[in-house]
């Protein structure tokens, strides 16, 4: 058993940050090109993770088949109260991915203890893979410092809060007031 761990300061709010790690489209942007995900339901990826199994099949460079997985998610809250955490105790089906027989996959959502209004992400991955599990750590300790640098280049894009205007002064123009008619 080997762990692969992560800690980032991403610049984006916790709520933001949250949807962003529930979201099937992230999921496969931040691990994109290095290895292409398609799901395996009948509808394809939802559009925000629910807990639960979900089948995909996976490809190195989107070519080189290694195999099916069932990503099997929860969410949980840590004791403290504004910590969230996805956890994906999945398994590998098919392929190499299969010769992973332990995957407890936890990331972990909080604002960044220093009062920034980003957040702090913390990502843990224990892995077991028999006497393949120093290659399978170094393998997907690279792909984590891939997604690593990924999810920290597309946070700042996850949430977009409208400018204040200028002047607070400004009149509302008379066609955006909405007059109660009762």
């Known amino acids: 058993m080997v762990r692969v761990l992560l800690k980032l300061i991403l610049d984006c709010d916790p709520d933001a940050a949250w949807r962003a790690i529930r979201s099937p489209a992230v999921f496969r942007e931040v691990s994109s090109p290095l290895v292409e995900i398609e799901s395996l339901a009948a509808d394809g990826f939802p559009t925000v993770w629910e807990p639960g199994q979900h089948p995909v099949v996976m ?5 080189i088949p290694m195999g099916k997985q069932i990503i099997r998610l929860t969410f949980e809250s840590a004791q403290r109260g504004d910590v969230r955490i996805l956890h994906d105790s999945g398994q590998g089906v098919t392929g190499a991915v299969s010769a992973i027989r332990l995957w407890d996959h936890r990331m972990a959502i909080a604002p960044d203890p220093a009062d920034t209004g980003k957040t702090l992400y ?30 920290r280049a597309l946070a700042p894009t996850w949430a977009y809060d409208f400018p204040a205007p200028d002047d607070a002064s400004e009149p509302v123009p008379e066609e955006t007031i909405v007059k109660d008619k009762t």
């Open 59 to 63: 490809r190195g460079g989107g070519v």
């Open 122 to 151: 913390r990502d843990q991955l224990i892995v077991g893979a028999g006497l393949l599990t120093p290659v399978a750590w170094y393998s997907l300790w690279a792909f984590w410092q891939w997604r690593g640098r990924k999810l």
